[in-house]
């Protein structure tokens, strides 16, 4: 039985050192159009990049940004210094009334 399994074996450990084609280990066009194809992704993305960068503010610091809105210009200490409620009741004599006053029946 063993000398079956070593006839059996024997075709595949006897055999000299392959030999590799000649192509094997080389690149291909493939290879090249592949590493075109992410250079050029490369480039998009930094540029891409740049043009983001260029459009951040030099600092993010609060005494450098500008107002969103024209109501964050007015000084509004004045007005909290005057009195305790004096900010409230401004903001209720601009709005407008929702509710009318009682309706003398006698008019009619």
Partial sequence: MTGLVLAAVRPFVDQGPE??????GKSGPIGLLLIVVLLIAILLLVRSMTTHLKRLPNS?????????????????TPAAAAAPGQALLDT?????????????????
């Fill in 60 to 76: 993010f610091d609060s005494a450098d940004r500008v107002p969103d809105s024209p109501a964050s210009l007015v000084d509004e």
């Fill in 92 to 108: 209720l004599r601009r709005a407008p009334r929702a509710i009318e006053p009682p309706r003398d029946v006698d008019r009619g």
């Fill in 19 to 24: 030999q590799a084609p000649e192509d094997v």
